[in-house]
């Protein structure tokens, strides 16, 4: 399960964020599947690297954790920007995706702007204060990336781990600018919904379920261009209203069950 919660992807965001609030998808879907849920990698309590991040980087994550459980196929479930790492996973590892449960896909043109302003925070205040700056403002404030753009991609690892933090301040400002720009432009590369490439997705022969958002994060138009470009996809055509406790982890069992069970 490839958690909500943009570059604050952690476990608790399944209880806590949003939508996910009062669907309680962790009081359901455990008492028929064993659910293996995480920090995404720059969350929580997962360790982070000062790199240029793709999709790609995300999937060796969730599939190294599956190599490490000795699971050999999955469903696997994205929310919000957990739908894109979700993708790229069935693209690169088709043999271990038994399907695909894509809720509320980020994407569209504001997503999109909004990535790309967030970005130029972060390296605005890079330039007038240095990554020491960063550093003193993040673990002054405890805010991750998602509340405050300032503090960067690496928001969370600097507060939780004070050798990361000193190793982040050696980096040169000028590589670091470029490997954060190419983040951003990997990552926030379009206005529909991102991860892996129309003529990829053509070809990804696994079952799909995608359920629509409606805001500016969730555009519902990227829930669309996943269903027009998965062969297999059923795109579930609810109101965000009637996304329910009592309508939504059934259908998704439902889904799941009719995909390879168990």
């Not at 933090?165 to 379009?190: C, M, N, P, Q, W």
Request: charged share 25%; aromatic share 10%.
């Amino acid at each position: 399960m490839m958690s909500p919660g943009g570059f604050d992807a952690t476990i608790e965001k399944w209880r806590t964020q949003g939508v996910y609030t009062r669907l309680k998808l962790l009081d359901h879907l455990p008492r028929h599947y064993t659910c293996i849920v995480y920090d995404r990698r720059e969350s929580g309590e997962s360790g982070g690297r000062v790199e240029h991040i793709t999709w790609g980087q995300y999937v060796d994550q969730a599939k190294g954790l599956l190599d490490h459980l000795r699971i050999p196929r999955a469903h696997v479930m994205g929310a919000c920007m957990g739908c894109s790492p979700a993708v790229a996973f069935g693209v690169a590892h088709p043999e271990a995706t038994m399907s695909l449960v894509l809720y509320w896909p980020v994407g569209g043109a504001h997503y999109r702007v909004q990535g790309h302003a967030r970005v130029a925070e972060h390296l605005a205040y890079v330039e007038g204060h240095g990554l020491h700056g960063v550093v003193s403002l993040v673990t002054a404030e405890r805010k991750t990336y998602n509340q405050d753009p300032r503090g960067g991609f690496w928001a969370s690892v600097i507060q939780r781990d004070p050798v990361f933090a000193t190793e982040y301040i050696r980096h040169k400002i000028g590589s670091y600018t470029k490997l954060v720009a190419a983040t951003r432009d990997t990552l926030f590369d379009r206005d529909t919904s991102p991860g892996a490439e129309p003529e990829e997705l053509f070809r990804l022969d696994v079952p799909a379920l995608v359920v629509p958002g409606r805001d500016k994060s969730h555009a519902t138009s990227a829930a669309r261009y996943l269903e027009e470009c998965l062969p297999r996809a059923e795109y579930w055509d609810i109101a965000v209203d009637d996304q329910t406790e009592e309508t939504v982890p059934r259908r998704i069992v439902e889904f799941l069950g009719r995909s390879g069970g168990a």
